[in-house]
């Protein structure tokens, strides 16, 4: 009984930490099995991708949520970004999300599903030797650590806004007209003043053949420094996937969101 007992435990602990979640180059497209598997990445000035692979035992029968958190300048790690996977199919035991780092830092990797922690990784992303990160001189702010300011910023992408600028029909995937047309709003908004007149948007598509990301356009957005929300209405022309990034007039990264036009 005492052997039956033990075996037991073994089993469901082994259930447990089966459960996985890495950073990778790259991953089978029909078997799921990642490559290319590292805890630390160099990466462009203009940012770089890496797939955060999940699996586990079991077919994934329901919405995985991503949290990436990052190490601040106290050591403690703070939300950074909340994304959601998807699975192609429902008989699939894992699951992929095509995270876009633009900040070097200490960053951890949260997979999550109905509130309950599945897995967690810790990945460290430093900017490749000759790149250079994005420096300016602001000189409405004199806090050595600017970049934090828009720490809980967020860009979120909707059909439409009310008239107090919340988002309707918020999301990550949207389905496109007859002409694969999708007309939308990109929200940007921070719990205190932007301390901004102008924001840039970059809009990549990301081609999913080659794995490259092209930038669509730039738009010049402006705004009132004492301002906290904005929304900015854009047309995206075909179907596909979206990255947008968003900068404000010093050159400061603000924030980021990706979506999916189908």
């Known amino acids: 009984?005492?052997?039956?007992?033990?075996?037991?435990?073994?089993?469901?602990?082994?259930?447990?930490?089966?459960?996985?979640?890495?950073?990778?180059?790259?991953?089978?497209?029909?078997?799921?099995?990642?490559?290319?598997?590292?805890?630390?990445?160099?990466?462009?000035?203009?940012?770089?991708?890496?797939?955060?692979?999940?699996?586990?035992?079991?077919?994934?029968?329901?919405?995985?949520?991503?949290?990436?958190?990052?190490?601040?300048?106290?050591?403690?790690?703070?939300?950074?970004?909340?994304?959601?996977?998807?699975?192609?199919?429902?008989?699939?035991?894992?699951?992929?999300?095509?995270?876009?780092?633009?900040?070097?830092?200490?960053?951890?990797?949260?997979?999550?599903?109905d509130g309950n922690e599945l897995a967690t990784s810790y990945q460290t992303i430093q900017f490749a030797a000759g790149e250079e990160p994005k420096t300016t001189t602001n000189s409405s702010s004199s806090d050595d650590?600017?970049?934090?300011?828009?720490?809980d910023s967020k860009v979120t992408v909707a059909e439409d806004i009310d008239e107090d600028f919340n988002p309707i029909g918020e999301g990550t995937t949207f389905y496109a007209q007859r002409d694969g047309t999708k007309k939308l709003k990109i929200i940007v908004d921070n719990p205190d003043p932007f301390e901004t007149t102008l924001f840039y948007i970059d809009i990549y598509y990301y081609e999913t053949d080659s794995k490259d990301e092209k930038l669509l356009e730039t738009l010049e957005v402006e705004v009132e420094s004492e301002w906290v929300v904005m929304a900015k209405p854009y047309t995206f022309t075909k179907r596909g996937h979206y990255f947008i990034d968003v900068y404000n007039e010093y050159d400061e990264f603000v924030n980021t969101a990706s979506i999916e036009i189908k």
């Open 1 to 113: 009984m005492k052997n039956l007992f033990i075996a037991l435990l073994l089993f469901i602990s082994a259930g447990v930490f089966a459960q996985t979640v890495v950073g990778c180059s790259d991953y089978d497209k029909k078997t799921g099995t990642p490559s290319g598997i590292y805890n630390s990445w160099d990466i462009k000035s203009s940012g770089g991708y890496v797939y955060l692979h999940y699996s586990q035992p079991q077919f994934i029968t329901k919405q995985l949520t991503l949290y990436v958190d990052k190490k601040n300048s106290s050591g403690k790690y703070v939300a950074y970004a909340t994304e959601y996977f998807s699975t192609e199919s429902s008989r699939q035991k894992w699951a992929v999300y095509d995270f876009k780092f633009t900040e070097p830092g200490e960053y951890k990797i949260i997979v999550l599903q």
């Open 145 to 151: 650590n600017y970049d934090d300011y828009y720490i």
